[in-house]
């Protein structure tokens, strides 16, 4: 069992700068991938960017990619994703995921085993 709790979250203009921080707590953090994802009013929760358990591989969205960076720091048990260049239409509530199998390419909400509650990020224009 892992329990995710997501921090950072808040009001920025657009081009302005977040950093979101998912704290972790149970047994094995470092034998997970973790994940990012959002979801806008209306829309369905979408994948933004992912981390191997050694943090040596990400993946992202093209809709992110060259503005977040994924990082993890196992010795904290703690994933995080600096988002720069913020948009408004990057405007969501963010959420962290843990998925217990380690291939890179796996973006569906579906494949991964633990969620936290997340934290709203709005970007104002």
């Known amino acids: 069992q892992v329990q995710l709790v997501e921090s950072g979250g808040g009001l920025v203009q657009a081009g302005g700068s977040l950093r979101l921080s998912c704290g972790a707590s149970g047994r094995s953090f470092s034998s997970y991938a973790m994940g990012w994802f959002r979801q806008a009013p209306g829309k369905e929760r979408e994948f933004v960017a992912r981390?191997?358990?050694?943090?040596?591989?990400?993946y992202y969205a093209d809709s992110v990619k060259g503005r977040f960076t994924i990082s993890r720091d196992n010795a904290k048990n703690t994933v995080y994703l600096q988002m720069n260049s913020l948009k408004p239409e990057d405007t969501a509530v963010y959420y962290c995921?843990?998925?217990?199998?380690?291939?890179?390419?796996?973006?569906?909400?579906?494949?991964?085993?633990?969620w936290g509650q997340g934290t709203q990020v709005t970007v104002s224009s």
């Open positions: 981390i191997s358990w050694s943090g040596i591989n990400t």
């Open positions: 995921a843990a998925d217990r199998v380690p291939a890179l390419l796996r973006i569906g909400v579906r494949e991964y085993d633990y």
